[in-house]
């Protein structure tokens, strides 16, 4: 078996999360971390037990020794960083969001793409294991032809206290995670043709929109509203579980609260499915959902270097999300439907 020898960078709020999920591969090991933060370098390293520590990552790409490089850090250091790693030749995981812009996220695929070496994006929520039972009813034909769904999260949930720089962004809810929801929709419904959106700032006291909704024309004649709101006091909190609505030619599917999944067909009955993910021993409620896919796309990036494929959400697929995130910015403040093909060519 191989063993892959992986580095990080950035050991964030987040980066906790990755390193959980890398100790429990028996195929993957982090053998080098950096962080231009020495605290927080220090309390990575010795939770994780890692010698090989730097504050630049040019330093730790100068001494190499690992077979891909995992970028941690938030959205403004992506491109240098990713840049860097292709320099050096090394196949790179890069979190989301992607880019600081359309322009930067193709220039980042373009240096991978130049140097020869795979780059996936981590866009962890389509591994969401209730996510994936929903995309395997749907492929089943359990519902016939699909024409119309809903891709939902709507939360009143504090996540400024565990990413207080989501506060001050002019961008917030669709490039943090509106991002997730959009890519959610291409993995059910497929690439998206036109984008219609409205955004709100409920929130006085942060910089960027926290409510959105979107409406998405797809190439294959599916229609679908994806909607996201961090300004939603329900009864319950329901954070972070994305809610589905699918109707089909001949059914239904929902995933609604607490992982319950229900797939009616009009002949067939109705199926009723518990998909509530598994609770890590690391992980802890309610942010095991999210933890679990952190687990599965660390995996998916091992099995597919090692068998040398695309990885499901790599760079060149990841711009077809990003550009949903341009295209709604665009859409909200010109008020017009933005076509995808002039901003993808
Ligand atoms: P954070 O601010 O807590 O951590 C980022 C770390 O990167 C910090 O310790 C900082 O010192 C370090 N850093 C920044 N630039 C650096 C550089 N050039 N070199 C070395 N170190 C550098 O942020 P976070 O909340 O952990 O978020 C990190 C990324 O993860 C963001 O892009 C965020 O959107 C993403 N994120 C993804 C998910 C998900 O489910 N996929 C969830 C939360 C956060
Ligand atoms: O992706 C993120 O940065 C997180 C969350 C998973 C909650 O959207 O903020």
Wanted: net charge negative; glycine share 8%; proline share 4%.
């Amino acid at each position: 078996m191989t063993k892959f020898k992986g580095a990080l960078i950035g050991c964030g709020f987040f980066a906790v999360n990755q390193m959980h999920g890398w100790q429990d591969l028996d195929n993957a090991e982090i053998v080098a971390i950096c962080d231009r933060d020495p605290e927080r370098l220090r309390i990575v390293g010795d939770q994780f037990g890692v010698a090989r520590r730097y504050e630049s990552a040019e330093a730790m790409f100068a001494d190499g020794g690992f077979d891909f490089v995992d970028i941690a850090t938030t959205v403004a250091s992506h491109r240098p960083l990713v840049e860097l790693a292709a320099r050096h030749k090394v196949p790179t995981i890069c979190q989301k969001p992607f880019a600081l812009n359309l322009d930067d996220a193709k220039a980042m695929v373009k240096a991978a793409d130049d140097a020869g070496v795979p780059l996936m994006v981590h866009e962890n929520f389509r591994w969401q294991t209730p996510l994936m039972a929903v995309k395997e009813a749907l492929d089943s034909g359990a519902i016939g032809k699909p024409f119309w769904g809903r891709v939902s999260f709507r939360s009143g949930y504090d996540i400024f206290a565990g990413q207080p720089y989501l506060a001050k962004g002019k961008r917030f809810i669709v490039e943090d995670l509106g991002i997730h929801v959009l890519d959610i929709a291409r993995y059910l419904f497929g690439d998206v043709d036109r984008l219609t959106a409205r955004t709100v700032r409920v929130r006085p006291d942060i910089a960027g929109e926290d409510v959105a909704t979107m409406l998405l024309d797809h190439a294959n004649g599916i229609t679908s509203v994806v909607d996201c709101s961090y300004s939603t006091f329900l009864p319950e909190e329901q954070f972070p579980e994305t809610f589905i609505e699918i109707d089909g030619s001949d059914g239904t599917i929902r995933l609604t609260k607490d992982y319950k999944l229900v797939i009616h067909g009009r002949s067939s009955g109705t199926t009723r499915r518990d998909v509530e993910p598994e609770l890590l021993p690391w992980a802890a409620k309610p942010w095991h959902n999210i933890q679990e896919s952190v687990a599965i796309i660390e995996k998916h990036w091992i099995e597919s270097l090692a068998a040398g494929t695309e990885p499901a959400t790599s760079g060149h697929d990841n711009l077809k999300t990003f550009a949903l995130v341009d295209a709604a910015y665009l859409s909200a403040e010109t008020g017009k439907t933005v076509d995808l093909k002039d901003l993808l060519g």
